[in-house]
C-alpha cells in the first residue's frame, strides 16, 4: 500500500475547460441538501458555537453543532424558529439516547445527525445508529470516527448514511502518541484506501492545513472535509482570546482534553493558541475561490471533475508519478 500524506501529495493539472474560475461550481451535496463548498467546521467547543451554526446554515454552508454541555433539543428547536436545518452530534451514552427520545416524541428529527466518539468501529455507534433509524427514520446519520475499511464497510452496513475518517490527524490531537494507534501522518492514503470500499459518501476529518488538502481530500475520495484548526481562532470563535506580545490569539482545544472534560482522565487531546485570523466568512470565501480555483487546474467545471486527476508523490519509497489507466 502506497503511504502518503497531504504535505507530499501534488495533483497533477489538466486542460483548462473555463475562461473564469467563477464558471467552476464548488457546491457539494450531502444528504438531501446540497452546500456551497465541501467543507464543514468541526464539532468542537473552540470552532462552533450556536451563532455561528446558525450563520452557516442561513449561508449555504454545513455544520455540524457540538455535543459538549449543550441541550440538543433546545438547539433543534432554535434551529427550527429559525427556519434552517438542524444538524447535531452524538455520543453513545444514556444521555444520548434520552436526546433521541425525546426529539423523536417532540416530532423534532434533525435533517443530520453525527454520532461522534473517538473509537468509531464499535457495537455502541452499531446500536446508536440502529436506535436512531428506528426512532427517526428520515434523518441522515453521519457515524465515526474509524481509520480503516472493515470499519467503513461495517459502519454502512449498520446503517450509517456517511462514515467520518480519522483517527488522530487532527492538530490538537494526541491519540498517537498516548495509543500508538491511528491514521496520524497518512491521513490521505487512509482516506483513499478507506474510499475504496465506500459505498457512501465520506468525510475526511483532521489534518487540513492548507486550503488545497480540500482539493486532495476530494481527489482521494472525500466527499467533505472537517476542518477544526483552520477555522477556530477567527474573531467570532469561542473560546478565550489571549494576547501574547501584543497579538491575539484564540485558543483551540481537543475535545479528549482536559479543558474540554473538565478532568484529567483519557485524555487525548490538548492546547494551543492559534493566531487570530480575521471574519469566519472571509476564509470559508477564500476556501470557495481556492476550491474553485483547484476546479479549473482539474480542467473541470464541477467538484467531482477533481477526482479524474493524475498525482504525484515528492519523496521517500513511494515517490513517482501517479496516472490514471
Ligand atoms: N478523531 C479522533 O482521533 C479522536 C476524536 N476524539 C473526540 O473527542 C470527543 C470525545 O470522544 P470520546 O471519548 O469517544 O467520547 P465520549 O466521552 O462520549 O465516549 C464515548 C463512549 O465510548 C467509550 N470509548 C471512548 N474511547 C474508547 C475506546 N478507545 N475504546 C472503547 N470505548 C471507548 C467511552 O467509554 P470510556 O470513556 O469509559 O472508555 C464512552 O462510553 C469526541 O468528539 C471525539 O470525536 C477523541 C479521540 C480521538
Ligand atoms: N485525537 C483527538 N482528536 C480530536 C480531538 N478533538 C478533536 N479531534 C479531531 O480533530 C479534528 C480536527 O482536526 P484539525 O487538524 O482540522 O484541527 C476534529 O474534527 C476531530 O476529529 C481530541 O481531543 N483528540
Known amino acids: 500500500m502506497e503511504i502518503f500524506d497531504y504535505d507530499n501529495v501534488l495533483l497533477l493539472p489538466r486542460k483548462c475547460r473555463v475562461e473564469s474560475r467563477s464558471e467552476c461550481d464548488a457546491s457539494v451535496e450531502l444528504g438531501p441538501r446540497s452546500f456551497r463548498i465541501p467543507v464543514v467546521p468541526a464539532n468542537m467547543k473552540t470552532v462552533v458555537n ?3 451554526c446558525l450563520w452557516l446554515a442561513q449561508n449555504g454552508y454545513f455544520y455540524v453543532m457540538h ?40 416530532g423534532m428529527a434533525p435533517e443530520y445527525v453525527t454520532i461522534d466518539i473517538a473509537h468509531g468501529h464499535s457495537d455502541s455507534v452499531r446500536d446508536m445508529i440502529g436506535h436512531l433509524k ?25 446503517g450509517a448514511d456517511a462514515t467520518k475518517v480519522g483517527i488522530g490527524p487532527g492538530k490538537v490531537c494526541i491519540t498517537r502518541m498516548k495509543t500508538g494507534f491511528g491514521t496520524g ?12 470500499v465506500a459505498t457512501k459518501p465520506i468525510i475526511a476529518d483532521g489534518g487540513i492545513r492548507e486550503h488545497g488538502d480540500i482539493a486532495k481530500s ?7 472535509v472537517m476542518i477544526g484548526s483552520m477555522l477556530a481562532g477567527h474573531e467570532e470563535s469561542p473560546g478565550q482570546t489571549v494576547e501574547v506580545d501584543g497579538k491575539l490569539f ?6 479528549a482534553s482536559d479543558f474540554n472534560k473538565g478532568e484529567y482522565r483519557h485524555v487525548e487531546g490538548k492546547r494551543i493558541l492559534e493566531p487570530v485570523k480575521g471574519r469566519l466568512a472571509d476564509t470559508l470565501r477564500e476556501m470557495q475561490e481556492d476550491i474553485q480555483s483547484s476546479i479549473s487546474y482539474a480542467g473541470g467545471k464541477k467538484l467531482s471533475d477533481v477526482r479524474k486527476v493524475n498525482y504525484v508523490i515528492l519523496g ?4 513517482g508519478e501517479h496516472l490514471l489507466m
Request: charged share 20%; aromatic share 12%; glycine share 8%.
Open 134 to 158: 428506528a426512532k427517526m427514520p428520515s434523518t441522515f446519520v453521519i457515524a465515526g470516527n474509524v481509520g480503516t475499511p472493515e470499519a467503513v464497510i461495517d459502519l454502512e452496513n449498520w
Open 185 to 196: 501522518g497518512w491521513q490521505l492514503s487512509a482516506l483513499k484506501w478507506c474510499a475504496r
Open 50 to 52: 450556536e451563532p455561528i
Open 250 to 255: 484564540k485558543e483551540y482545544y481537543g475535545s
Open 316 to 319: 521517500g519509497e513511494n515517490a
Open 67 to 106: 455535543r459538549f454541555d449543550l441541550d440538543n433539543v433546545a438547539f433543534v428547536r432554535q434551529m427550527r424558529e429559525h427556519g434552517v436545518y438542524a444538524s447535531i452530534s452524538l455520543g453513545v451514552k444514556k444521555a444520548d439516547y434520552d436526546t433521541v427520545n425525546q426529539l423523536a416524541a417532540a
Open 218 to 224: 476530494v481527489r482521494f475520495g472525500a466527499t467533505m
